[in-house]
C-alpha cells in the first residue's frame, strides 16, 4: 500500500454511537479522505462501554479515549489532562494534521492547544452559530478566541457560520474557507413512484420541537394553510418540549385526521418519511447549515424554509421571514409550483452540487494550505494571544506556557523515541 | 539454545527454542526488565523518602508538638510501603509454549518468588494482539481468547513490551492452536523496519 499523503487526526466529543450533524459530518468525510488515499484517525471520548481502539469501514481508526463525559457528551474539561494521551496518539499515528470539529466540544479545543503547543498543523470547523449575549455564549465565544487565534485555517460550512465565526473570534476572515456540508445522495432518493398530487398534498415536517427550531412558528402556520387549502395534510415527525403545544393546536382545530404525528423520527426512517410527501417545511430560527432542506430537495420534494444557513438553488427553495403570515405566502406559492416540480432532475441536480467527495476535496486544499503555513516558535505565538484582551490575553499566555513547559517535563519522562508507532492495517476490500 | 533476541531500552526479548530439526519441541520467550536489582530498590527507597518527607511536612502543619514521634510514624508507614511494593518489582516474564499440550505464563519477581499458570491447549481459542487505551496513553497488549473466560487473559500482566517483541510471540502462538496466519491481514513492513 502507497504512503498516505496526509495522516489527520479528527478529534471532536461528538461522534458515533452518539448520532447528529457533527457526527455525521466527521464520518462522511473521513470516508471520503480515506478514499483518497489518506490517513484518518477519529478522537471521540468513550462511550459507556466503548472504550478504546474500533475500526470502522475502509480502515477508520476511532480511539475513544477513556475520559469521562461530564455535561451534553462533552468530556471534563481539565485543561492539561488530555496532554499525555494527545501526544501518545499524534506520535503513534504519525499525524501531521490536527481536524478539531465543534466549537462546544472540550476536547477538541483541548486537543488543538496540545497540537499546536507540540508543533502540529491545526485545522478547525466551526459547525454552529452561538449567540454574543448570554453568559454561556460570552465565555464559549473567550474559549473559541484563544483557540482560533493560534490556528492555520478554519473551515465554516455557511457564509452565515463565517459571519458568526469571525465576529465572535475575531479570525482574520482571510483565513477562514467556506465548505459547505454535504448530503447522502444514495441514500435520500426519490420514491420510485411519487405520490400523486391531484387529490391531497402532504408537506412533511422533520425536526427537534424546541424553540430554535421554530415549533411555534408551526403551531400558528399549520391552522392556518389547512383552512386555506382542505386538500392538504401534515406529516410532522420529531419530538421535543413544544410537542405539547402542538397536541393542543392539533385539539384546537379539529386537525387530528390531517396533522399526523409520527413522534421521534430515527434518522435510518427518515427517508422513507420524506418520500411520502410534496413539500418539505423548515421553520428553524437559526441555523448554520440545514442539512434537512438538502435531504429533503435530494428526496425529491419542494422546500419552503426560513433564510438560514445552506443555500438550495432558487428553483428548489420557496424563501420565507420567520412570521406566520409569509410563511403562509410562501407555502401557497410553493402549492402553486408544485405541479412544474420533477423529483428525478431535483435528486441528479443535488447529487452535482452537493456531494461528499466534493467536500473532501475541499477540505484536502485547506490542508495542504495549513501545512505550508510557516511553523512559529513559542514567542511569536504568545505575542498573538496578547491581542486578545487586557487580561484575557495574559491568562492565555500563561495557560501556553504551562502547556509548553508540561510537554517539555513530558518529553523528559517519556522520550519521543519511547513511544511506539502504530503499523497501518490495511483493510483488503 | 537462544533463537533470537531483541534489546530496547527497557525490555529485553530472548527466545529459546528446542533444535530447530526437531517438531514439538518447546519454544519458551523471556521478557526481561533492563534494570537491575539495586535500580529497582533504589527507585523505591527515593519514594520512600519522599513520603517520609511530605508526611513529617504535612503533620508540622496540623500538629505542632512532637516531630520525632511524626518521624517514627511516618518512617513506618514508609517502610511498610517499601515492603509491600518490592512484592510487585518484576524481574522477568515468560511464555513457554509446549506443542500440543498448552501454554505456561510465569512471572518472577525481583524477590525471587515466581507465579506461573498453566493454560491447556484446548482451552485457547485464539491469541490476539489488541491496542489498550487508558486515560493517559495507548499501548499494545498480547491477550488470549479462553474457552468459558469472559474477559481476556493476558499473556504479560505487569510488563508491557513493545510490539516487536510481542509479534514474534503472537506467530508462535498461532502457529501453536494452528491459526492460519495469512487471514489476518497486517501491514507489517513497518513494524520490522521501525
Known amino acids: 500500500m502507497a504512503e498516505p499523503k496526509l495522516r489527520v487526526l479528527m478529534v471532536s ?10 457526527e455525521n459530518h466527521i464520518y462522511y468525510l473521513s470516508q471520503c479522505l480515506l478514499n483518497l488515499g489518506h490517513k484518518v484517525v477519529v478522537m471521540t471520548h468513550a462511550y459507556g462501554n466503548r472504550s478504546g481502539v474500533r475500526y470502522m469501514t475502509g480502515g477508520l481508526k476511532v480511539y475513544y479515549v477513556p475520559w469521562r463525559p461530564f455535561t451534553m457528551q462533552n468530556t ?6 488530555t496532554l499525555p494521551i494527545v501526544r501518545t496518539i499524534l506520535k503513534r499515528e504519525r499525524i501531521t494534521v490536527v481536524h478539531g470539529h465543534q466549537a462546544f466540544s472540550t476536547l477538541c479545543h483541548e486537543a488543538l492547544m496540545h497540537a499546536r503547543t507540540m508543533g502540529y498543523r491545526v485545522v478547525f470547523t466551526d459547525h454552529s452559530l ?11 465565544n473567550k474559549v473559541l478566541q484563544f483557540t482560533l487565534a493560534d490556528i492555520d485555517q478554519a473551515i465554516c460550512v455557511s457564509h452565515t457560520s463565517k459571519e458568526n465565526t469571525v465576529l465572535r473570534s475575531g479570525l482574520a476572515p482571510g483565513k477562514v474557507f467556506m465548505i459547505p456540508n454535504a448530503v447522502d445522495t444514495a441514500m435520500f432518493k426519490p420514491a420510485d413512484v411519487r405520490p400523486s398530487s391531484d387529490d391531497v398534498i402532504t408537506i ?7 424553540y430554535r427550531k421554530g415549533a411555534d412558528l408551526l403551531v400558528e402556520v399549520i391552522p392556518e394553510v389547512c383552512r386555506l387549502y382542505p386538500n392538504v395534510r401534515f406529516v410532522v415527525g420529531g419530538d421535543g418540549p413544544k410537542h405539547v403545544r402542538l397536541e393542543e393546536m392539533r385539539e384546537k382545530h379539529s386537525l387530528q385526521d390531517r396533522v399526523e404525528m409520527l413522534g421521534a423520527v430515527p434518522h435510518s426512517r427518515v427517508r422513507s418519511v420524506l418520500v411520502t410527501g410534496h413539500i418539505f417545511l423548515n421553520s428553524s430560527l437559526t441555523e448554520a447549515f440545514c442539512i434537512a432542506i438538502l435531504e429533503a430537495a435530494s428526496c425529491g420534494l419542494l422546500t419552503v424554509s426560513t433564510r438560514v444557513g445552506g443555500v438550495l438553488p432558487d428553483d428548489m427553495v420557496v424563501l ?7 410563511m403562509v405566502r410562501a407555502i401557497e406559492k410553493a402549492i402553486s409550483i408544485l405541479p412544474s416540480i420533477n423529483p428525478e432532475e431535483m435528486h441528479n441536480r443535488m447529487k452535482k452540487l452537493y456531494s461528499w467527495q466534493d467536500v473532501a476535496k475541499r477540505t484536502e486544499i485547506v490542508y495542504d494550505r495549513a501545512l505550508k503555513c510557516s511553523n512559529r516558535n513559542l514567542l511569536e505565538r504568545l505575542s498573538r494571544f496578547l491581542s486578545c484582551g487586557a487580561w484575557a490575553g495574559k491568562v492565555f499566555c500563561m495557560v501556553m ?18 513511544i511506539e508507532e502504530a503499523p497501518d492495517i490495511n483493510f483488503c476490500n | 539454545m537462544v533463537s533470537s533476541s531483541l534489546s530496547s531500552k527497557r525490555y529485553t526479548y530472548i527466545h529459546e527454542s528446542g533444535s530447530e530439526t526437531r517438531r514439538g519441541a518447546i519454544d519458551i520467550h523471556h521478557v526481561i526488565i533492563n534494570r537491575s536489582r539495586s535500580t529497582g530498590y533504589a527507585r523505591l527507597m527515593g519514594l520512600a523518602f519522599f513520603l517520609v518527607i511530605l508526611g513529617v511536612s504535612m503533620y508540622s502543619f496540623i500538629e505542632k508538638d512532637n516531630p520525632v514521634r511524626t518521624l517514627s510514624w511516618s518512617c513506618l508507614l514508609s517502610g511498610f510501603f517499601v515492603v509491600i511494593q518490592s512484592r510487585k518489582l518484576v524481574k522477568k516474564e515468560s511464555v513457554i509454549i509446549m506443542p500440543t499440550f498448552g501454554i505456561q505464563i510465569e512471572t518472577q519477581y525481583l524477590s525471587g518468588k515466581t507465579v506461573s499458570r498453566f493454560i491447556p491447549i484446548d482451552k485457547v481459542l485464539k491469541p490476539v494482539l489488541v491496542e489498550c487505551v487508558t486515560p493517559v496513553t495507548c499501548y499494545w497488549s498480547l491477550s488470549l481468547f479462553l474457552r468459558g473466560e469472559e474477559q481476556l487473559t493476558l499473556v504479560f500482566k505487569e510488563l508491557r513490551p513493545s510490539l516487536k517483541m510481542l509479534v514474534p510471540i503472537w506467530k508462535a502462538l498461532c502457529t501453536l492452536i494452528g491459526t492460519d496466519q495469512s487471514e489476518i491481514i497486517t501491514e507489517e513492513k513497518h513494524v520490522v523496519s521501525g
Open chain 1, 401 to 418: 506556557i504551562i502547556d509548553y513547559l508540561l510537554w517539555r517535563l513530558l518529553q523528559l519522562l517519556q522520550p519521543d523515541d519511547d
Open chain 1, 204 to 210: 412533511v415536517v422533520i425536526s427537534r420541537l424546541v
Open chain 1, 320 to 326: 420565507a421571514e420567520p412570521d406566520p403570515d409569509d
Open chain 1, 130 to 140: 452561538y449567540g454574543f449575549a448570554d453568559v454561556g455564549s460570552i465565555h464559549m
Open chain 1, 76 to 81: 471534563f474539561p481539565t485543561v492539561y489532562g
Open chain 1, 13 to 22: 466529543d461528538f461522534f458515533f454511537p452518539n448520532f447528529g450533524g457533527v
